[in-house]
């Protein structure tokens, strides 16, 4: 590496004790591992070289480049390694001198230097210990010795290093794409396979009731409705073609009957756009651009009454940087009409928030908006279009993450732009499946648990916390089994199985909607049977989406979810629970560091809490038919007071539910949306200044227990499971 074009400048007088030797060793050691985390190469004309790591937790850093740019984040040995060497070299001995015990003078708060660069150098504000978790030293006599925390959660081991682009990365990559363009196709091809062999036995099922002039779809528990709505769609369908051919004065009288009046209609051509069927339904969604803290450009859809709200121009509507200004763009066309208050919503694995607005006016994110609710749909990063502020798709940096990334990094980023653009200073969050695990895994003490502070309630449909019998399948099984370089040689360093979005493009939509659910259900064991079946098609072209293959190796590789059997509790915790709770094998022989687990809990209450005091309440509404994830032993976590912090303001277990039912089920307003509706009301701290949601005008405040009562805490929660019991009699 040259490094003759490579300076720093640095005022000698604050390093009176430090030979010039040393500063030199200093300057060439921060210049190499500068380099090493750095966009580019410094043979490039614009490297951006790495500045420092910027500690968001003390377990998640974001790389900050020369130019103010961001890269996601790196190992923490060498986050903490660019940080030792940056304060080595800046003679910040603040640190040395308690090491020493001697007298060193500090640099001045908020010193200028420049940065290792071989072009335009780049002044950068440098601000002492603001990195969240200070190096352990800044000596040169000490830095090789110098070491990050040694404590790695078991539940999220350390992702890999790829440096900056090279011809050895760059053969690599090229490696690992042909290998997973091949053996991933084949996995996906036993897949597809497999799911058409299991419909073998139902396709001779129907032959068979047709040959006998029978229909095999009246034992649908809502064939009867699920007619009247295909009815339904279709006048709907032949009513819009008929207004089309009238004059534009009797159309407009047609559209004054309706209270949202359609901007779209006629038979459903089944496409990816949430904006066209919000349109069929008489509301509208905006795009807006969010840009998280390390990088990512993520998609945040706006639903909104084209009546009551004018749509923003796309500049104010585009990514302002990780830091977004504090001031609201929202424009009501009524401005002293009361406002609504704002949701967002996060969808679940391989999906977008497009899950939410597939079912016409049944669909929650539209169910919610003509409630009176002012919702948001968040979607994670990548997803339909990867998009980065520097990386870009063959760049195995731009998919170096997994749900802890998610949670930590797009979760909080998509909640602050709401909370930016309406103007309130909290919001309500509902999540499904996966959703629910990236705010589960958000909140926790050790990760961003201020993120509840900024949210009312927190509402889980299907929460995903704890695994399902579904991961014992043998499909899942041989992912857990083989080796993390077997499962990236697999499926690659990049995103996983990408072709399944490319035959997204290429293959018609209801054939794609048709093969999309078969094979779904084929891996996660769920059926059609309480959904609209004319609808199922426009359910599945939003979804896959492009997710990470480090992503799904944290779901189903041998490290993480698939051992531990739980996202936040190590394999030895989730059995000593289930002993003590009387729901494990208790004649099974129970290992030492089980025993130990076990004498935790049962002599120190809380000592396993995943959340502090700065949890928000939670509601969740559990499938009770679910396979994929164990939504009950998650409510039992609570009723046993693991987490003495938390309050449950509302849980429901529904028995006949699976996985999708909660929001895709026929009866979903009735079982699911109408609670939601009601628990982000009471919970809601702005009801003087919002409109009442419809059907909540009797729903009472809720009122949080006193500060350190884990009687009230306990009283709710089981009050909430009565209330619940009720209903379902009822």
Known sequence: MAL???????DEKSHPQESETDLAKDAVLFARQAEKLSYKSSADNDPQLAVKAQFVTPQDCVIITSDGQRLPGVPLQEAHHLNNIREAVQG????????SGTQAQHNPPGEVFQLPNSHTPTPVQVSPHKNGTPPRSSTAETLQKTTPPSHTNPLFPPLPLYGPPSLLRKIQCLVFRVSAFFLSLAFLGVIVLGALFTSIPLVWKKLFYRLTFRDIDKSRPFFEEEKARAEAREEKAKAWERMKSLVPPTLERE??????????????PIVCDVGYYARRVGLDVEAFEVQTEDGFLIDLWHVYDPKEYTKLDESARSQKGPNIPPSSTKKLKNPDANRKFPVLLMHGLLQSSGAFCCNDDESLAFWLCKSGYDVWLGNNRCGFKPKHVLLDYEDPRMWCWNIRQMGVFDLPALSSRVIIETGFKKIGLVCHSQGTTQAFVALAKEQRPELGEMLTVFCALAPAAYAGPLIGKMYFKFMRIISPGMFRLMFGIHAFIPFMMQMHQLLPPRMYGWLGYKVFSFLFDWTDERWDRGLRDRMFQFAPVYVSAESMRWWLGRECFAKHKCILATRDDTKAEEYIDGAGHKDRPVTPRTKQAIDVHKHARGATAWYNTQAPPFAMWVAGTDNLVDGEKLLRRFAKGREPYVNVVHSKVIPEYEHLDVIWAMDAVEQVFKEVREVLWKTCDARDLCRIPEGCEHIEAWTPPRAGSTEVNEDV????SGSENETRKG
């Open 255 to 268: 559209e004054s009957r309706d209270e949202f009046p359609p901007t779209e209609g006629g038979h459903d």
């Open 717 to 720: 929660q089981s009050s909430s």
């Open 4 to 10: 003759s074009s490579q300076t720093v400048i640095i």
């Open 92 to 99: 910040d001995a603040a640190l040395a001198q308690n090491n």
